[in-house]
């Protein structure tokens, strides 16, 4: 819990507290007080459904708890989608504590469909890693889950633009960033943030992993043959 609701909070603040209030995202007019508080807040939402899906579900393959399921008439999409579902509940407390903490601590001051709808679309947006971790906790074995689910994890959120803004890396990098789901992930509280809606590529980018991710845990349930 302190991982999920706590840790990305105290992130927050350490990361803010070295910026200017009135410095700005280069190319932008939001300033790094209010980035940082979207950033943080969806690493928070990341931490809590991927590095909880896939550990959990590896421990369960190990068990044998999967393989008794496979025995009854519950589908793969069924499971798959039962395992996002339950890691979303996670998200939302960490989201809230952030921005919490951001209005509070470091002064951010947005609009009450501002704040409404930032919670709803990183909220909505971590069911993308949810089935990712799903997945992973059926490719890799109890042992191996923490290590791999770490590389991933600290990638994703450092290519994509969670710890520190896109437009700051190199122009390769840049080029690379920008079909990461991390990045299109930061980019719905972000556009939200400067008044605007989530851009059309970016929504289409995570539903597209979505079903990639989620159809690819369904396919590994079904193929999974580990037993306790």
Known sequence: MFFSVLYPSVIYLAVSSTQNTTDTVPGTHLTLQAFFMVAMGSFGALT??????????????????????????????????????????????????????????????????????????????????AALGVAIGYVASGDAVRPITMIIYFGLSILGGLWMPASTFPQWLQNIAQWLPTHAYAALGQAIETGGAPHAKDVMLLLAYFVIFAGSAAWLYRKDTLKA
């Not at 579900?57 to 798959?80: C, D, F, M, N, S």
């Not at 509940?89 to 469909?113: H, M, N, Q, S, Y």
């Open 48 to 129: 809590a459904v991927l590095m909880g899906n896939s550990e959990r579900i590896a421990k369960e393959r190990e068990k044998g708890w999967v393989r008794q399921l496979r025995l009854t008439a519950l589908p793969g999409h069924a499971y798959v989608l039962g395992k996002i579902a339950s890691a979303a509940i996670v998200t939302l407390p960490c989201i809230v504590v952030v921005f919490v903490v951001a209005a509070a601590v470091k002064g951010v001051r947005l609009d009450a469909w501002q704040w409404f709808a930032l919670t709803g679309v990183i909220w909505a947006g971590s069911l993308v890693f």
